[in-house]
């Protein structure tokens, strides 16, 4: 089993800035996608932004140039920059992680979230 645990939601004003963290624990061999997700109230969930256990980043266009996206791999830790921050950025944000198991099979998990409310 694996847990993900994400920390650093809060409330800012528009404009300003967060981040976002998310350790991953447990039956971990190795991590291949990181990424996070948003759900807004009454909207589906979107993803936001992913980087690959290479280091390749995709990132949403409403969040390009915004938010970046880094990963610790020795810590099996997800990151999220988000600067300029806007009223349509509150959401929960969710965090993803495919895990390869120690008996080399892939699974999907995911955070219970943290909550992320800019105010304008």
């Known amino acids: 089993q694996v847990q993900l645990v994400e920390s650093g939601g809060g409330l800012v004003q528009a404009g300003g800035s967060l981040r976002l963290s998310c350790a991953a624990s447990?039956?971990?061999?190795?991590?291949?996608?990181l990424g996070w997700y948003r759900q807004a109230p009454g909207k589906q969930r979107e993803p936001v932004a992913d980087?690959?256990?290479?280091?390749?980043?995709t990132y949403a266009d409403h969040v390009k140039g915004r938010f970046t996206i880094s990963r610790d791999n020795a810590k099996n830790t997800v990151y999220l920059q988000m600067n300029s921050l806007k009223p349509e950025d509150t959401a929960v944000y969710y965090c993803?992680?495919?895990?390869?198991?120690?008996?080399?099979?892939?699974?999907?998990?995911w955070g219970k979230g943290t909550q992320v409310t800019v105010s304008s």
């Open positions: 447990g039956s971990i061999f190795s991590i291949n996608g």
């Open positions: 993803n992680a495919v895990v390869v198991t120690p008996s080399l099979s892939w699974e999907d998990y």
């Open positions: 980087m690959t256990s290479g280091g390749t980043t």
